[in-house]
C-alpha cells in the first residue's frame, strides 16, 4: 500500500480530528450558502454538500460533508471514505434509516438515499471519475465496492 494510502487509513482512525475537521466545514458551508467551501482539499473541484443523518447507534443527527454530482432532481455522492476498507458512518447511518436531509448550494432540502446499481451506477461512477479521478484511486485502494448514492428530495 503506497505510503499515502497508509496515512490516510491512519488519519480516519483519529476521529476527533475528522469530527472538529466536518463541523468547521459545515458550518462554512451553512454560513457562505455553499459559496465556500474547504471540498477542494478532498473533492478536487466538485461541489460539497452537508448531509445530515441519523446515528444508526446513538439517535443523534450526524452531519457529514460529501462531494456531489446533480443527477436529475436528485444528488450524488459516493460511499468511498476516500478508499478506507471501513464504509463511512454516514452510509451506514443511511442504510439503517434512509431519511436525511442535505444543505447543497444555498439550499436546505429533506432527502431520502437510494443505492444505485447496474447502467446507472455505471453512468455515475464515469462522470464522479470523470470529475476527480482521486474517485478511480480510492476504489483501487479498498476491496469493498464504494456505494454511489443518490439523495432524492422528499416531502418534509
Same mark, same amino acid.
Given at each position: 500500500?503506497p505510503?499515502?494510502a ?54 443523534e ?26 464504509? @463511512?458512518?454516514w452510509w ?8 436525511? /436531509? ?7 432540502l ?9 447502467? /446507472? ?9 470523470a470529475a ?12 469493498r465496492?464504494l @456505494?454511489?448514492?443518490?439523495l /432524492?428530495p422528499?416531502q418534509p
Amino acid at each position: 500500500m503506497p505510503a499515502l494510502a497508509r496515512l490516510r487509513n491512519w488519519l480516519t482512525g483519529v476521529r476527533w480530528l475528522s469530527v472538529f475537521w466536518t463541523k468547521v466545514h459545515v458550518r462554512l458551508l451553512r454560513w457562505s450558502r455553499g459559496r465556500l467551501r474547504l471540498g477542494f482539499l478532498f473533492g478536487g473541484d466538485m461541489p460539497v454538500l452537508a448531509l445530515t443523518t441519523i446515528g444508526r447507534k446513538s439517535g443523534e443527527r450526524r452531519t457529514a460533508v460529501a462531494a456531489y454530482l446533480r443527477h436529475g432532481d436528485s444528488y450524488a455522492v459516493v460511499a468511498s471514505n476516500a478508499g478506507s476498507d471501513r464504509a @463511512p458512518a454516514w452510509w451506514l447511518n443511511l442504510c439503517a434509516d434512509p431519511n436525511g /436531509e442535505i444543505d447543497a448550494a444555498g439550499e436546505r432540502l429533506a432527502v431520502r438515499a437510494r443505492l444505485v446499481q447496474g447502467d /446507472e451506477r455505471e453512468h455515475l461512477w464515469q462522470r464522479f471519475v470523470a470529475a476527480n479521478e482521486s474517485y478511480a484511486r480510492y476504489s483501487r485502494y479498498t476491496a469493498r465496492e464504494l @456505494p454511489v448514492v443518490a439523495l /432524492e428530495p422528499r416531502q418534509p
